[in-house]
């Protein structure tokens, strides 16, 4: 069964202002990942691990395309993926989700990438021009999300994924702050408020008891991630945070991603752990985690 936010849940921090800030930044963000797919003197280079630049600009251009399509009732890439949605977690997205898509979108040109993504973020921005950012629909995992947190994801998408190809060609690539700062906002505070499905499910033990974790920065609100007895919730802070974190978004988020390891982001002064029992961190981060 989904889990679910209780009475305690932050405030929504779906805003006008960081709708049209989002729809800006996918607009933007869209436009440079696809100039510099166009750019890439070899897209065969790796930019991941696993992927190559054109794996990597394939696997970001479908889920755009899927977004589009979703919300306009268009025929898209890899219908097989619905099968896999409400099983999907953090920990199988990369063996079970992501190859599957990558198999029914089998496109690798990078001028055809760079069009297709180019179109699908056109048709995402007309298509919910008129929409209401705030309302929750069902994400990976059987986990709930606003309109404005996919926006979120799509960016972060085009983030990472963009700095990815970008080191592996040799081309400059910066992740402003204040557009970070969204997918903070609009995708973890969110998914957290309206509940995280079996996302974050794991195969240890679940902990038991309350870790409550305060976040805040210079560009987001203040918001409390709680985790209690396994089940992920969002709250206000209200001053009984067990750890507290002061981060710039483009940092955390480049961590939380496994790009920069904790150790250098930690010694650059961009994440700052304290409060009053900052050892429950590791284990409240074993649940809250990213792919």
Known sequence: MPRTATALSAATHVTPHRWTAVRAAVEEYGERFAALIESAPDASR????????AVTA???TAVAWNYAALSGGEERPGPELDRHLASTTVGNLATVMNPV?????????????ADLLRSSVRRWLAHTAGADPAAVGTW?????LPLAGTFAHMM????I????????????????????????????????RNGTGVLLDGEGPIRPGRIAVEFRSEFTEPAAIVLTDGVVTAEEPRGDADVRIRFRPAALNLM???????ARTALSGSVVVTGRRPWLLPAFLRTVRMP
């Open 46 to 53: 790796p930019a991941t691990k696993h992927w190559s630049a």
């Open 58 to 60: 394939a696997h970001v």
């Open 101 to 113: 898509q990558l198999r029914n979108f089998t496109e690798r040109d990078p001028a055809r990438l």
């Open 140 to 144: 990976l995992g059987g986990s709930r």
């Open 156 to 159: 972060n998408e085009l983030h």
């Open 161 to 192: 994924h963009g700095r990815d190809i970008a080191r592996g060609i040799g081309a400059p690539w910066h992740i402003p702050d204040d557009q970070a700062a969204l997918f903070f906002d609009l995708f973890i505070v969110e998914m957290c």
């Open 256 to 262: 939380l991603f496994h790009r920069v390891g904790v």
